[in-house]
């Protein structure tokens, strides 16, 4: 008798969407009629119909709008039970939370579309420059950086010697030569003017390791290592170590975003105190506990 009930609810329900789908005019006269009541709360095909993708089968369309009714009966049901059963204080206590939680949604979606309108997103190389010089102090390396070039070769690769005297001398022609082999590597960074973590270096070779980086991350230093994927090959051209001050070109994005966060709150401060200004003058904002 269940499962007879239960093909006939689901047979209703397809014929529902078939319904539906036929029509801006049925269309809306079937999203007002409610697909399932609880009480005094009704559920709206409107509030199906996001789930329902354009050109799935009537049997699919049918199993997605039975699971949703099912889904939001049982939440109903138990919102109810919950009413009823809970302390008054709890529910008073879930209330506040819920009205809090609403409220600042509303006001962080406002806020955010009101920086993004006017705050000001470009930070020009002389105010980076200014912030660095001022805060310096405060960019001390918590680890070793190094600029290098490096490159991962297959074991087998027949060329070795001459790669490493180009990436050992490596002037303009040294450069081209290499790139015009660089497809034959497996890895490969010609950028030395670029800072360098000492573990994303170490990410990059595996050879290379926490312990035994004080031998190989040094200034001037040309290493070739091997492991069971490849040879490495790396020239170390500068080296910055631990509680040396960062670079200015390491920091930079660490500071845009600081000086970024610093305006975005600055200009918060100030709407909010323009907003207040404008509801005392307008008199739909009024204190009435004064503080003595």
Request: net charge positive; with cysteine; proline share 3%.
């Amino acid at each position: 008798m269940k499962l007879k009930i239960a093909a006939q609810f689901i047979l209703c329900l397809v014929i529902v969407f078939s319904v539906f789908s036929c029509g801006s005019f049925i269309k809306k006269e079937e999203e007002r009629k409610p697909l399932a009541r609880v009480g005094e709360s009704y559920l709206y095909m409107s509030s199906v119909a996001p789930f329902l993708r354009k050109g799935i089968s009537s049997n699919d369309s049918a199993a997605i709008i039975s699971n949703y009714v099912n889904s939001w009966a049982s939440k109903q049901l138990l919102l109810k039970k919950a009413k009823i059963n809970l302390p008054e204080e709890k529910l008073a206590e879930f209330d506040t939370l819920v009205a809090n939680y609403k409220t600042d949604l509303y006001t962080r979606a406002y806020k955010e579309a009101l920086v993004q309108q006017g705050s000001d997103s470009l930070v020009t190389n002389a105010q980076l420059e200014s912030f660095y010089e001022r805060e310096k102090e405060n960019f001390k390396l918590k680890e070793r950086i190094v600029k290098l070039r490096f490159v991962e070769l297959p074991k087998q690769f027949l060329n070795k010697d001459e790669v490493i005297k180009k990436l050992k001398n490596f002037k303009s022609d040294d450069l081209k030569f290499l790139d015009s082999i660089g497809v034959q590597f497996k890895k490969l960074n010609f950028n030395d003017s670029i800072w360098v973590s000492a573990s994303r270096v170490i990410q990059e070779i595996p050879p290379l390791t926490i312990d035994n980086q004080d031998k190989y991350l040094k200034k001037s230093q040309f290493f070739e290592l091997e492991d069971a994927l490849g040879v490495y090959l790396g020239k170390i051209v500068e080296v910055k170590e631990v509680n040396d001050v960062a670079p200015l070109s390491f920091v930079k994005p660490n500071i845009k975003q600081v000086l970024l966060s610093r305006r975005k709150l600055d200009f918060l401060r100030k709407l909010e105190t323009e907003i207040i200004d404008e509801a005392v003058k307008e008199k739909e904002f009024e204190v009435y506990v004064k503080n003595e």
